[in-house]
């Protein structure tokens, strides 16, 4: 019984391992973007603070020297000797000068315009890697979406015949998330009521896990299978439509199947034996069919 359950929930495991790798890889774009919005954080900051410091120098200007340097424009003509010793004079007057305030003023703008381009190109890269993320979600859901709805048909289609009646199906525990959404089976068992699979029987849920573990095979063919005893709960019954399905899938899909049921080893195509002649040694016998 926990062999069997084990084997289903590593195969509905494998449902969702695409799944998985988009939400690994979104996971990893996520950080990306966290990261961006840091960066243009902190470039917004940087921006921020240059807008201060460039009205703080030009407050310094009009301070000392009681003139906006944002308005100073070159004279159409050069003034007189007069006018030159009048300006002399009220350079005089004016003290000292810091001469560097012009160019740290300029350095300043063109710090600015960098950062503020800067910023508009992490704009743009996070949109992007939002659109990404979005695409990749999208393409999620619709493959998921299909998936689940071939091996749910299959599901409904095989329970009945490993049953000889009753009915199954697979719901999703949310389907307004398919990105985060659980599976459950929900079967009825002839003569039974629709239950969660978890009240079946022993017998009952491995053969439910096995016409899971077929839909699977059926949606998306394997090229191998190991099945480790999953025939150890099935009555004679039961155990005549496993086989059955292993031989329609065996055209598609290799099975090798551990089993000490003689039923089972009837329909194997090779049946290989082990044995432990010495403690801790086990030696593999093959067995020859005689018909």
Known sequence: QGEAIRVLKGKAEDLGVSVRKIEENSVGLGKAVKELRE????LEMESVRLEQTLDGIVEKIIERYR??????????????????????SKIEAMGEVNPAAIN????????????VEQEQDLRKAVESLFATINAINKTTRERFRTAFDSINEQFQEIFPFLFRGGEARLELTDEDNLL??????????????????DLLSGGEKALTAVALIFS???????????????????????????NEMLRKLGDRTQFLVITHNKRSMEEADSLYGVTMEASGVSRVVSVEFVS
């Open 39 to 42: 960066k243009v954080h902190g």
């Open 67 to 88: 003139v906006d340097p944002r308005t100073i424009s070159c004279p159409k003509s050069l003034p007189d000797d007069s006018q030159l010793g009048d300006i002399r």
């Open 104 to 115: 740290e003023s300029r350095q300043i703008d063109e710090r600015l315009a960098f950062l």
């Open 180 to 197: 985060e959404t659980g599976v459950e089976i929900m079967a009825r068992p002839p003569g039974k009521r629709v239950q969660n699979m």
């Open 216 to 242: 699977i095979f059926l949606t998306k063919p394997s090229p191998f299978c190991l099945l480790d005893e999953v025939d150890a709960p099935l009555d004679d019954s039961n155990l005549a439509r496993f």
